[in-house]
């Protein structure tokens, strides 16, 4: 992918000249007018582009949605607002704007598309994370108890603890040759010293404890793991039912019909229903009447030297993967009006609606 808008564009222009140069464009695009690009959008439209692609000509053609559809919308727009488009394709103009350039990219098949702008994310400041509820107040505590405490049970003191515990042991020898009054106030402040102490301790563990919490995910492991598979199984149900037409229909050698989406017994394929080529798609079985005012109108198909004429876009309705093209006056002159075949006006056989 081009790091730059300017490089993108270098790139779509340079695989035009290439393409075109290796003889892989379509005739549209090798002489391009404005007419041209314009029927070559609606092929482009006919062979099924991704959503980006969609959106791209979407705010190109139609960007308020005026018409009814995407393809009604490039079958009107004005051919001379393609004058840019042209002079583009054809190096003449060195600064286009921004949806002209996509839009080429689309008729060229430049890969990978659409351009998307990149942002270096490197000199941006890190958050810094904010320092952990009460460690400010705690900082002074935490200090005090990284100290050695008097241990308990049959453990071997600590040096801080074995002084203290001398130290009081020499002050309680020294409580007998002491005034009863006296004896009481220093057990007494003796007393208050194990108390800190045993608070410190305390104040100390309920630290610990709220620095490493035991994680609500380990505790929920079974419940998140079933979880998981419930919303897999619903993923999976949903896509099934989005994906299973509820209605088909059927070529019948003229135009498409409604068929039974089960039915085994059509001579063609069976495919979901498609309401804009059930009503608007049929194959022109007149080619005699063609004529100058079809140019870009009328779709064709070059089929082992047969040429069939269809009134709308798309691909071949028998031969899969073979895409449409609009019309041109030397295919017209060639192959219609006068020059038709005449076993090009036969009458196909027409399934009645199931």
């Known amino acids: 992918m081009p790091t730059t808008f300017a490089k993108f564009k270098e790139e779509v222009l340079a695989l035009y000249e290439a393409k075109k ?35 791209i000509l979407q705010k190109f053609f139609d960007p308020y949605k005026k018409e009814k559809n995407l393809e009604e919308a490039i079958a009107k727009y004005n051919t001379g607002s393609l004058k840019a488009l042209q002079k583009f394709a054809l190096n003449i103009t060195q600064d286009p704007e921004d949806r002209v350039v996509k839009l080429l990219a689309i008729l060229v098949d430049y890969q990978p598309r659409p351009f998307r702008y990149s942002y270096d994310s490197s000199t941006l400041d890190e958050p810094k994370d904010p320092p952990p509820i009460g460690e400010e ?124 989406c089960q039915s085994k017994t059509q001579p063609y394929q069976v495919i979901g229903l498609d309401k804009n080529k059930l009503e608007g798609f049929v194959k022109i079985t007149r080619p005699d009447t063609l004529g100058p ?18 009134t709308g876009p798309g691909y071949h309705p028998t031969e899969f993967g073979r895409s449409l093209k609009a019309a041109t006056m030397r295919i017209l002159d060639s192959y219609a009006g006068a020059n038709a075949k005449g076993d090009q006006n036969k009458k196909y056989g027409i399934m009645q609606k199931q």
Not at 293 to 310: A, L, Q, T
């Open 21 to 55: 140069n290796n003889h892989e464009l379509d005739d549209l695009l090798v002489n391009p007018s404005p007419a041209k690009l314009r029927d070559y959008c609606l092929v482009r439209l006919s062979e099924g582009l991704p959503p980006e692609d969609i959106e």
């Open 137 to 260: 107040k705690s900082s002074s505590l935490t200090d005090k108890l990284d100290a050695p405490l008097i241990p308990t049970g049959d453990k071997e003191p600590t040096s801080q603890g074995s002084s203290m515990i001398s130290t009081l042991t020499g002050e309680n020898k020294e409580l007998k040759d002491k005034p009863e009054e006296e004896k009481a106030e220093e057990l007494i402040d003796d007393l208050d010293v194990q108390d800190d102490l045993n608070e410190m301790r305390q104040n100390r563990e309920n630290i610990d404890r709220f620095k490493y919490p035991q994680s609500f995910f380990t505790k929920n492991k079974l419940v998140l793991r079933f979880s998981g598979v419930a919303l897999l199984v619903f993923a999976i149900l949903t896509t099934v039912h989005f994906l299973t037409p509820e209605e088909c229909m059927c070529w019948n050698g003229e135009k498409y019909i409604e068929v039974d």
């Open 293 to 310: 005012k079809d140019v870009g109108r009328v779709w064709y198909s070059k089929i082992n030297h047969e040429v069939e004429f269809f």
